[in-house]
């Protein structure tokens, strides 16, 4: 048997295999003649062999091991087949170690040639148990049980021994998907937890019709069965392979449009999650028109989002819950309004909720969750629509600034009241949030469904006492800026001409620690974003879920943004320890014994430190953090330098919140004034 090409990486794999920057990697290439050379890619972006980086990295002292998870990962991107065939591979693996640990501890005991020939049936057993017979992953078996397949698969046991092999894959899978962001449309968690939740408990066969990763099937909590369909092979096998490392669940996967060619017309199910594709126009509507499930009426050709609504309806069992993310067009488009109408005159639609912007791909419009359940015979009919919008939830703009936690429990809290209310009037509204609007009232010529043109508006900036706690609170914010004002500035004799350092010097030699921040991982820390750097304020970001172990930033850490123009370096106070750093983000952590947090914070802040440290790409500014300098003082100095660092932090902080507070103000004598909630003088 020939013997397999050695796996290939690039500059910016071979930086995360060191730890170190990109530009490193680069100067490298430049000062040492006996640097790997490239042996692929292109000239612009080359790539170079694994076990020669290995050996160089470990012969300069910059590498001790490879991790286990790179290694797999290197060896995934090296697959002939390409990634994703990679992937599945490692994933058919992974499931033999999850549910036949022992067997593969056999299997693994023997050499490739005779672990692929032994393989082979137990993979066909394994998948065909947990994925049915005629499983959409009958060829990756073939492939998986390759002889030249062996190392991938030896090298993914051996992750999932450390992390486990659910674990192990989330990871692989995370990685693919982190390299590939415009290949993929993801619901992030925080949107796929509260879909599943308002499906309900008792959800336990569920359908996902556009499933694409499997996230939303993998929100589902203790089901029995999960269907998914994708019209992308890969997903279909991806999904698959997620959802039965993750639970017990029977899992089922067909790759085929849903709406062309339904995998699954029975049984009838529990539940449908669905983050359908928006605004599709090639979707069916010529071939489709005669079928059966347009049961609310036949979709235009631009509203294929109304299609995958009757779908989904069609999937149910009488009774049953169907829970779509939408864009917010739909609950307004007049070629729609026919169709809005007669899901709600026969209580199929039950609630709209408008989504802070952000939640979700596309991240710039703030997108809808529509709730429907298929009536069943005799059935009371529904109280009217419940319709809540959590914009003013969301904590800003921006995919991080979501508050997820209030979010979730804001439209539980108001589903869980419609949902066992028997009269519109026993469903409390919520000014500003939520409110149950009987049918009646919304079958006017246009059907808008969209919840702000109904809700009662909230007392404008929580009514005149308010207004003037703001106010108390502005003028008490004011004279304490004024007492921070700093001194008038003295001139020196002349620029100061000080021995300076470099960060990536200082940490070389142990001073201070550098690490990047990915704003994911495992935990429910809250994640330290650009935006609250930029801005002064509490970390308002969630973690997205990988395998990785986020970075967590303690007392006396710098926070640096390394995207952008300003020159921003924020201290770390007690507040904020135990936060997770975030995307865009380098944590600095001085040694306390040789720098001072403040000192080194001042001068990074420096106008001419940044820009000789910043390079410029077409759209966008990027700091190099190693290369901002730093004077060479005692700690004695620095700490002189550090107290009148500090004490301008002070008063920035108490300009900018006297800013957001008067912003507050006369937003609310604005609201207030106009709707006759304050009254004018």
């Known amino acids: 048997m020939s013997e397999n090409p050695p796996t290939e990486v690039t500059a910016a794999e071979i930086a995360r295999l060191a ?27 080359p790539s170079f062999a694994l076990p020669e980086v290995e050996d160089w990295l470990r012969a300069q002292g910059k590498l001790a091991e490879v991790p286990p998870r790179e290694r797999v990962w290197q060896q995934i991107t090296a697959h002939p087949a390409g990634a994703v065939a990679g992937l599945v591979e490692a994933g058919c693996a992974l499931l033999v170690v999850h549910d ?32 049915g017979p005629g499983h959409a992953l009958t060829d990756a078996t073939a492939a998986a049980a ?38 993929y449309t993801l619901t992030p968690s925080g949107p796929a937890e509260l879909m599943a939740a308002l499906a309900g408990s008792g959800a336990r066969s569920v359908l996902d019709p556009a499933c694409g990763t499997g996230s939303l099937l993998r929100a589902v909590t203790a089901p029995t069965a999960l269907y998914g369909q994708d019209g992308a092979p890969e997903l279909a096998a991806l999904t698959a392979l997620r959802l039965a490392l993750h639970g017990v669940a029977e899992v089922r996967t067909a790759a085929a449009d849903s709406l062309r060619a339904d995998a699954f017309p029975r049984p009838a199910v529990d539940a449908v999650l669905c983050h359908p594709p928006f605004n599709e126009r090639n979707w ?33 069992r009488e009774g049953g819950t169907a829970v779509l993310l939408m864009p917010p067009a739909v609950a307004g488009r007049r070629s729609g309004r026919r169709i809005r109408a007669d899901l709600l005159r026969r209580g199929a639609l039950r609630a709209v909720v408008a989504l802070p912007a952000g939640a979700a791909p596309p991240y710039g419009i703030p997108l809808h969750l529509w709730v429907l359940r298929k009536p069943a015979a005799h059935a009371p009919a529904p109280p ?64 808008d469904l969209t919840p702000a043109r109904h809700l009662p508006p909230a007392t404008a900036g929580g009514g005149a006492a308010e207004l003037g706690a703001v106010r108390a609170r502005l ?63 509490a970390p308002s970001g969630t973690l997205l879920d990988s395998a990785d172990e986020p970075v ?30 975030g995307r865009n983000l380098q944590l600095l952590r001085p040694d306390p014994a040789a720098i001072d947090p403040w000192f080194l914070a001042g001068f990074l802040r420096g ?38 660092f500090r004490a301008l932090a002070e008063f920035e902080d108490a300009l900018r919140l006297a800013g957001r507070l008067g912003e507050q103000l006369v937003q609310g004598l604005y609201d207030g004034l106009a709707d006759g909630t304050v009254r004018a003088r």
């Open 284 to 316: 069916g509507h010529e071939e489709l028109a005669y079928d059966p499930r347009w049961e609310y009426g036949f979709p235009a050709r631009t509203e294929s989002e109304l299609a995958w609504v009757q779908h989904a309806l069609a999937h149910l």
């Open 19 to 45: 730890g170190v920057g990109r530009a490193a990697v680069s100067n490298w290439r430049r000062r040492h003649a006996d640097f790997p050379r490239p042996v692929g890619g292109s000239e612009t972006s």
């Open 100 to 131: 036949r640990p022992t067997d593969w501890l056999e299997l693994s005991a023997v050499s490739d040639e005779r672990m692929a020939a032994l393989l082979r049936p137990v993979l066909a057993q394994v998948l065909t148990a947990r994925l």
């Open 384 to 447: 009217g629509l419940l319709l809540v919008d959590t914009a003013e939830l969301g904590g800003g703009e921006g995919r991080e600034r979501a508050a997820w936690p209030a979010v979730h429990d804001a439209v539980l809290a108001a589903w869980t009241a419609f949902d066992g209310a028997a009269a519109a009037d026993e469903v409390p509204d919520a000014p500003g949030l939520s409110r149950c609007v009987p049918v009646i009232e919304l079958l006017d010529d246009d059907v």
């Open 475 to 537: 003028d008490e914010t004011l004279q304490r800026a004024a007492r921070l004002t700093p001194p008038p500035a003295e001139a020196a004799d002349g620029p100061a001409r000080l021995p300076s350092t470099t960060i990536g010097e200082l940490a070389r030699a142990g001073a201070l620690l550098l690490r990047g921040g990915t704003g994911s991982g495992a935990g429910n820390a809250p994640v330290l974003t650009e935006h609250d750097v930029y801005a002064g304020t």
């Open 552 to 581: 967590l930033v303690e007392a006396g850490d710098i926070v640096v943004p390394v995207v952008g123009a300003a020159a921003v370096a924020r201290v770390v106070g007690p507040a904020d320890a135990g936060a997770a750093l």
């Open 146 to 183: 390759a002889p030249a397949s062996m190392p991938l698969l030896r090298a993914a046991a051996e992750l999932a021994a450390g992390l486990g092999a659910r674990n192990a894959f989330e990871f692989l899978l995370g990685r693919h998907l982190d390299a590939n962001p415009r290949q």
């Open 607 to 644: 106008t001419a430190n940044n820009r000789q440290a910043s390079s410029y790409a077409s759209t966008a500014t990027r700091l190099d953090v190693r290369r901002l300098q730093l004077p060479r003082l005692p700690l004695e100095d620095q700490r002189r330098y550090g107290e009148r």
